[in-house]
């Protein structure tokens, strides 16, 4: 079983649609994180869930939206798609008690046409 | 700003050959250091480093981190064509994200 599964692999779509990404882990993380990879492979924190509860959001426009139905599960709706979104989204997963690494999904490729 | 800068961004070298890559940072509660390897999808835990001078090993990759001086060093030894991909320093911050580096784009030609 994949430890930390990300859906789609790929998305394709247009400028000013809304679309959403999933992640799910079984590995009964408590923390979970979406990060975003630009073109030029740099990898930014954009939120952090504890226990359902958002503990960081970065400066990232409200246009994203974490969504976490329960411990499992934190997926990310974009609204309004823009030519910049375009990028490979990461969902990594975490124990927070004490310094852990964190697992990181396979990423959803998102391009914005 | 917190700040975590790699260096070099690129490096092309032979089989065989030994590599450096470094990491230094700048934040403003360090907690701890970690270090990936990213070939065509995920990045991939290497180490983490939590104390100075404490080498941690695997195979022939280690890293050492230095917290007065504020940089970690990844060696790899006897580098193989399978080391190529691109070294992810990252550092620990507030909500336990980890804050990146732009990376090391390492490729071992054969």
């Known amino acids: 079983d994949t430890a930390v599964s990300q859906t789609p692999k790929y998305l394709v779509t247009q400028m000013g649609n809304d679309k959403s990404i999933k992640c799910e882990q079984n590995l009964g993380h408590d923390t979970m994180y979406w990060y975003k990879q630009d073109s030029k492979k740099f990898l930014k924190i954009m939120f952090s869930y504890n226990n359902k509860e958002l503990i960081i959001n970065e400066t990232v426009p409200n246009r994203f939206s974490p969504k976490s139905p329960d411990k499992a599960h934190l997926n990310l709706h974009i609204n309004s798609l823009e030519l910049g979104d375009s990028a490979v989204y990461f969902c990594a997963t975490q124990v927070t008690s004490g310094y852990n690494e964190q697992f990181f999904g396979p990423g959803t490729r998102l391009t914005v046409l | 700003e917190d700040k975590v800068v790699q260096s070099p961004l690129s490096l092309v070298v032979h089989e065989g050959d030994t590599v450096t890559l470094n990491c230094s940072y700048e934040?403003?509660?360090?907690?701890?250091l970690l270090w990936y390897k990213q070939e065509k999808k995920a990045p991939t835990f290497l180490f983490m480093l939590t104390s100075s001078g404490i080498e941690k090993k695997s195979g022939r990759l280690s890293s050492i981190l230095d917290k007065k001086e504020l940089f970690s060093i990844l060696n790899i030894t006897a580098t193989q064509t399978g080391d190529s991909a691109v070294y992810l320093c990252?550092?620990?911050?507030?909500?336990?994200?980890?804050?990146f580096g732009k990376g090391t784009s390492l490729l071992v030609t054969p």
């Open positions: 934040v403003t509660n360090f907690r701890s």
């Open positions: 990252a550092v620990r911050i507030v909500g336990y994200a980890l804050n």
